[in-house]
């Protein structure tokens, strides 16, 4: 294997700039020519791949967002699409690939390689964390930080007025933003996809808790089965009917995305990238390079796409627990 290329895809992701590094100068230890594709697979389509150096990425790993730029493509679902893209790498000699994303780019790259054999190794980019295969996902942990600090600023205000916050995070299938921001942020509730909300449990215990504390923070993930975080206050205001208790609703929406990558996702970006360029080298493809128990892991991309990561149980009686 001579020449490479890497790719972001789907939703953007803090760290992913310095996965991007990582895969490029490794790439280039390894004697590789390394490519750097724009706009995910919707760019690989139309041939916007351009060769890398070293110092194309410095001052990245710092940075937000992806300097490739990410895009959902259509086109790529098609077999035609798809078609054009293979011819678009074989014109460069591109003989293998690293594709940092969540399911649908992983879901792309295993369909792309049954068809053409490109080999693939996957990152884990996205910050709802619910890709099977990797203990955390590039992301995900400062996603958490930002919705903790956004947390402790509403806090702040909720307890100066008395007030119950319903704050909504990021978390269309999977809770663990919501989780691991409300374990941090000290909320009273927490509400996820994976387990049934009860709103009478809810308004009762707010009516109890209202003898203990002035104020109390509810975080509901975006993919709740109750819907969003303005449709539940509402639920709740309803049930409890009492006009001198203050409801408010805040959704935190794309802000969660964005901001400087914790140490601790610019070093799973870190090691993710060197490893999938050295699972490459090593022969391994169609997989996703992860870390579990800090040791590198490649797991198939049928096993990361098909399987749910579930929530740690322990996490759920812990927000119970000092709720009270």
């Known amino acids: 294997m001579k020449k490479i290329a890497v790719f972001t895809s789907g939703g953007d992701a803090p760290g992913m700039n310095a996965c991007i590094r990582a895969v490029v100068r490794t790439a280039i230890y390894h004697g590789l020519e390394i490519y750097g594709i724009y706009r995910g697979y919707e760019g690989m389509i139309e041939g916007d791949i351009k060769r890398m150096q070293s110092h194309s990425v410095s ?36 003989e293998g690939l690293v594709a940092i994303g969540g399911d649908g780019t992983f879901t792309g790259a295993k369909l792309f390689f049954e068809e053409y054999g490109i080999p693939t190794v996957g990152c884990p980019g996205t910050i709802d964390n619910d890709i099977y295969g990797t203990d ?53 509730f927490v509400l996820v996809p994976e387990t049934k909300s009860d709103i009478d449990l809810i308004v009762n215990s707010l009516k109890n808790l209202r003898k203990s504390k002035s104020s109390s923070i509810i975080i509901v993930a975006e993919g709740d089965e109750l819907g969003s975080a303005q449709t539940i206050m509402q639920l709740v205001k ?4 009492d006009p001198s208790k203050d409801f408010k609703v805040t959704t ?66 812990l927000i119970h627990l000092l709720s009270i």
């Open 238 to 241: 309803d049930r409890i009917k």
């Open 252 to 317: 935190l929406g794309h802000i969660q995305r964005g901001g400087k990558p914790t140490a601790r996702d610019r070093v799973l970006a870190s090691r993710c990238g060197m490893a999938a360029v050295e699972g490459l080298l090593a022969g391994n493809t169609n997989c996703m390079a992860g870390i579990i128990n800090g040791q590198v892991f490649y797991t198939p991309f049928k096993d990361c796409i098909g399987q749910p990561k579930p929530i740690v149980s322990d996490h759920l009686k």
């Open 136 to 188: 955390y996902t590039i992301g995900f942990d400062t996603a958490v930080n930002t919705a903790l600090d956004a947390i402790d600023k509403i806090r702040d205000t909720a307890a100066a007025h008395d007030r119950v916050f319903f704050i909504e995070v990021m978390g269309r299938d999977a809770g663990f933003i919501a989780v691991e921001s409300g374990i941090g942020g000290g909320a009273e």
């Open 59 to 94: 001052n990245i790993v710092q940075r937000g967002g992806t300097i490739l730029k990410s895009a959902r493509s259509m086109e790529f679902r098609t077999p035609e699409g798809r078609k054009k893209a293979y011819n678009q790498l074989q014109s460069l000699g591109i």
